[in-house]
């Protein structure tokens, strides 16, 4: 269990990461877009 909220808790980051990216490199991006895309990844 510790191991499985471990992955979760670096996945969930790693999101976060992603969105900050998006946000920075596709600002002409609508939000729906940027979702579609951080789902994909």
Known sequence: M???RLMTSM???QV???EDL???DTTTQ???DRSDA???H
């Open 2 to 4: 510790t191991i499985h």
């Open 11 to 13: 996945a969930t980051e």
């Open 16 to 18: 976060r990461e992603l």
């Open 22 to 24: 998006l946000a920075v």
């Open 30 to 32: 609508t939000t729906d």
């Open 38 to 40: 951080a789902a994909k």
